[in-house]
């Protein structure tokens, strides 16, 4: 500790060098225009070199004092923000993340205390963004997206989380007096909900082609009609008739009997889409934001796993592989 300069002079100097003299120097630190003399010739036996040249026209420095001037400034600065440094250590540590409002609601809300449970120092920020919007929205640490097959490779700024399978569902009080689940001629007899998503979707969307693909006759007798997936799932909930729906959106449903299948499990179609979490360049690495892709990607495998086996006892290959992609 011998070998550190005194603080109190420090100070003391810093305040006459900037306001050119002892006794301004003095009113600014509350003190008299003795005691800082006292403490800025102590500085100057510690530094055995003069810092100032005293006159009657004022203070003013030497080479010496110009220099530790300098230094000095960067220490009170450096010195001036360690409350803040604190502060921020202590506060939770922000991830704002940009996801759809259907998986938002029907699937990550539930989740998350969880994740805070393993992170008790991150707090998470949802912000409902659809995938139509602009990808880079200023301020979001992530963005979980719902792209086709070949834009989920697996990179720095990127992680792929699950590929859905689409089937049909309903409340079960519509089933009621018409017949168990099972039997795909239920389709032909119930009120169907469509979801047409604005630029097209994949087949597995479209009633004709479960129509085709279960041998049913004639058309589809469409319902209602919705341009999101959300409010179609909220029409199935409450007895509007059958929705297409994807498997992460309506497993908790699902699982507390809110919802039920029309078909076993491997009439299923695999959804075209996957979705992936992607972050900015400047995140990469950083890693608070891969502990959250991380964990996305555990939670999304966790209820697929606990689904197949709560449906079929094991779980299962539909439509050969299950899709898996390197994290």
Do not use: Y
């Not at 070998?3 to 002892?22: Q, S």
């Amino acid at each position: 500790m011998d070998r550190l300069p005194p603080f109190d002079a420090l100070i003391a100097f810093e305040a006459a060098a900037r306001l050119g003299g002892m006794t301004r120097a003095a009113g600014e630190l509350g003190l008299t225009q003795s005691a800082v003399s006292h403490r800025i010739r102590r500085l100057e036996r510690f530094m055995e070199v003069a810092l100032f040249h005293r006159g009657n026209a004022g203070l003013a420095t030497t080479a010496a004092g110009t220099a530790l001037l300098e230094d000095v400034r960067d220490l009170l600065a450096r010195a001036a923000d360690l409350r803040g440094r604190c502060l921020q250590a202590e506060a939770p540590q922000r991830i704002r993340v940009g996801v759809g409002a259907a998986l938002a609601d029907n699937w990550l809300v539930r989740r998350l205390p969880d994740f805070s449970a393993r992170h008790p120092a991150a707090m998470v920020e949802l912000a409902v963004v659809e995938n139509e919007a602009p990808e880079r929205m200023a301020g979001l640490d992530l963005r979980i997206l719902w792209v086709g097959a070949s834009e989920a490779r697996a990179s720095t700024t990127q992680r792929a989380l699950f590929r859905e399978h689409v089937f049909p569902v309903c409340a079960p009080d519509l089933l009621r007096g018409i017949g168990p689940c099972g039997n795909p001629d239920l389709l032909v007899r119930l009120p169907l909900l469509h979801k047409q998503a604005p630029g097209g979707q994949g087949a597995e969307w479209h009633w004709q082609t479960w129509f085709d693909r279960l041998g049913l006759p004639g058309r589809p007798a469409e319902a209602l009609r919705f341009t999101a997936i959300g409010p179609a799932i909220a029409a199935a909930l409450g007895g509007a008739g059958v929705a297409l729906a994807r498997s992460m959106l309506v497993r908790d449903a699902l699982r507390d009997g809110r919802l039920v299948r029309l078909l076993p499990p491997e009439r299923d179609m695999l959804s075209a889409k996957v979705h992936v979490v992607r972050w900015p360049g400047r995140h990469a690495g950083n890693p608070r934001i891969l502990a959250f892709a991380a964990w996305l990607a555990a939670a999304a495998q966790e209820g697929e796993d606990r689904l197949q086996n709560a449906e079929t006892g094991a779980p299962v290959r539909r439509h050969g592989s299950p899709f898996r992609l390197a994290p």
